[in-house]
Protein backbone atom coordinates (compact mmCIF):
# COMPACT_ATOMS: atom_id res chain seq x y z
CA UNK A 1 0.00 0.00 0.00
CA UNK A 2 1.28 3.68 -0.87
CA UNK A 3 1.29 4.70 2.80
CA UNK A 4 4.23 2.31 3.83
CA UNK A 5 5.92 3.07 0.50
CA UNK A 6 6.05 6.82 1.45
CA UNK A 7 6.52 6.36 5.10
CA UNK A 8 9.37 4.28 4.31
CA UNK A 9 10.76 6.98 2.35
CA UNK A 10 10.11 9.77 5.33
CA UNK A 11 11.82 8.02 7.62
CA UNK A 12 14.55 7.53 5.24
CA UNK A 13 15.49 11.01 5.70
CA UNK A 14 16.17 11.41 2.36
CA UNK A 15 14.35 14.12 0.84
CA UNK A 16 15.07 13.38 -3.01
CA UNK A 17 13.26 9.64 -2.57
CA UNK A 18 10.49 11.02 -0.12
CA UNK A 19 9.58 13.58 -3.04
CA UNK A 20 10.07 11.30 -5.94
CA UNK A 21 7.55 8.58 -4.14
CA UNK A 22 4.95 11.07 -3.09
CA UNK A 23 5.17 12.47 -6.71
CA UNK A 24 4.95 8.24 -7.93
CA UNK A 25 1.71 8.40 -5.67
CA UNK A 26 0.45 11.18 -7.03
CA UNK A 27 0.61 10.47 -10.51
CA UNK A 28 -0.87 6.81 -9.51
CA UNK A 29 -4.17 8.65 -8.16
CA UNK A 30 -4.19 10.84 -11.04
CA UNK A 31 -4.36 7.88 -13.71
CA UNK A 32 -6.54 5.78 -11.28
CA UNK A 33 -9.26 8.42 -11.13
CA UNK A 34 -9.25 11.34 -13.42
CA UNK A 35 -7.49 13.65 -12.01
CA UNK A 36 -8.19 16.55 -14.50
CA UNK A 37 -11.54 15.99 -13.08
CA UNK A 38 -11.70 14.55 -9.71
CA UNK A 39 -8.28 16.43 -7.91
CA UNK A 40 -10.04 18.17 -5.27
CA UNK A 41 -8.84 21.59 -7.07
CA UNK A 42 -5.25 20.78 -7.44
CA UNK A 43 -4.05 21.66 -10.39
CA UNK A 44 -2.52 19.27 -13.22
CA UNK A 45 0.00 22.53 -12.86
CA UNK A 46 0.51 21.65 -9.02
CA UNK A 47 1.19 18.27 -9.79
CA UNK A 48 3.95 18.82 -11.82
CA UNK A 49 5.63 21.38 -9.79
CA UNK A 50 6.18 18.23 -7.39
CA UNK A 51 7.57 16.18 -9.35
CA UNK A 52 10.60 18.61 -9.50
CA UNK A 53 12.69 18.41 -6.12
CA UNK A 54 13.90 22.19 -5.89
CA UNK A 55 10.12 23.50 -6.72
CA UNK A 56 8.23 21.75 -3.97
CA UNK A 57 6.70 23.95 -1.80
CA UNK A 58 4.75 23.26 1.29
CA UNK A 59 1.44 24.38 -0.46
CA UNK A 60 2.01 21.96 -2.83
CA UNK A 61 3.10 19.55 -0.77
CA UNK A 62 -0.05 19.91 1.47
CA UNK A 63 -2.39 19.82 -1.81
CA UNK A 64 -0.69 16.82 -3.14
CA UNK A 65 -1.19 14.66 -0.15
CA UNK A 66 -4.42 16.23 -0.05
CA UNK A 67 -5.18 14.67 -3.46
CA UNK A 68 -3.91 11.69 -2.41
CA UNK A 69 -5.91 11.63 1.14
CA UNK A 70 -2.91 11.54 2.99
CA UNK A 71 -2.36 14.18 6.01
CA UNK A 72 1.32 14.94 7.21
CA UNK A 73 2.12 14.03 10.91
CA UNK A 74 5.01 14.46 13.14
CA UNK A 75 5.80 13.11 16.11
CA UNK A 76 9.17 13.11 18.51
CA UNK A 77 11.82 10.39 17.64
Not at 49 to 66: C, M, R
Request: hydrophobic content about 45%.
Amino acid sequence: MYLYYLKATLEDGDRAAFVLALSNVAEAQEKSRNAANEANGVHEERLAEAKQINGLSVETLLAVLDTVGLKLEFKSA
